[in-house]
T-cell receptor, first 112, second 116 residues
Framework: GENVEQHPSTLSVQEGDSAVIKCTYS??????FPWYKQELGKRPQLIID?????GEKKDQRIAVTLNKTAKHFSLHITETQPEDSAVYFC???????????FGTGTSLTVIP | GAVVSQHPSRVICKSGTSVKIECRSL??????MFWYRQFPKQSLMLMAT?????????EQGVEKDKFLINHASLTLSTLTVTSAHPEDSSFYIC????????????FGAGTRLSVL
């Protein structure tokens, strides 16, 4: 099955700085890579996703890049704000196409 | 986005009792739903895939007789934790594929289970 690794596990940045979270995956059949934001005790919320036919996608302060050859994808948050503080999970859909395999999560803290 | 409702949000029960958790897609039909378990400060671990009208597919290491899943309709899947024990205490979250885009999963709000 798919194996998704995520780094770093914790990340602290000053407000206004950028944050980068990186994930790698093992199954070359994966073609969909979502990123979820989860606040404490709440449901994961989809913040951005990318499909394997593109290399980059941007939505305001959030961007995701994908390198299919190297099997890694990254989340970039610019101009971070305190409300960006949360746990972020990457995921890949593996060869079944339906199931999601999640990374171990990154706890992001934005310091005011 | 699509709405997934999960109930109850919190349950406390005695050891040995069974607990049922419901997951509903409110504004779309979901032929496939997923059940995850999440320990504190850890990732979401897929427990099983719930398919409407057929048996659930369990991930390796998940006891199907312990975690009973029933997907009786296109909008409802239930997870029953049978004979719960303290080690079953966890945060359980369901998700469902939206009707518009097969690959997008929308999550329920989760159920915090505490077994005394």
């Amino acid at each position: 099955g798919e194996n998704v690794e995520q780094h770093p596990s914790t990340l602290s940045v000053q407000e206004g700085d950028s944050a980068v979270i990186k994930c790698t995956y093992s199954d070359s059949a994966s073609n969909y890579f979502p990123w979820y934001k989860q606040e404490l005790g709440k449901r994961p919320q989809l913040i951005i996703d990318i499909r394997s036919n593109v290399g980059e996608k941007k939505d305001q302060r959030i961007a995701v890049t994908l390198n299919k050859t190297a099997k890694h994808f990254s989340l970039h948050i610019t101009e971070t704000q305190p409300e960006d503080s949360a746990v972020y999970f990457c995921a890949a859909n593996g060869n079944t196409g339906n199931q999601f395999y999640f990374g171990t999560g990154t706890s992001l803290t934005v310091i005011p | 986005g699509a709405v997934v409702s999960q109930h109850p949000s919190r349950v406390i029960c005695k050891s040995g009792t069974s607990v049922k958790i419901e997951c509903r897609s409110l504004d779309f039909q979901a032929t496939t739903m997923f059940w995850y378990r999440q320990f504190p400060k850890q990732s979401l671990m897929l427990m099983a895939t719930s398919n409407e009208g057929s048996k659930a597919t369990y991930e390796q290491g998940v006891e199907k007789d312990k975690f009973l899943i029933n997907h009786a309709s296109l909008t409802l899947s239930t997870l029953t934790v049978t004979s719960a024990h303290p080690e079953d205490s966890s945060f359980y979250i369901c998700s469902a594929f939206s009707g518009g885009d097969k690959n997008i999963q929308y999550f329920g709000a989760g159920t915090r289970l505490s077994v005394l």
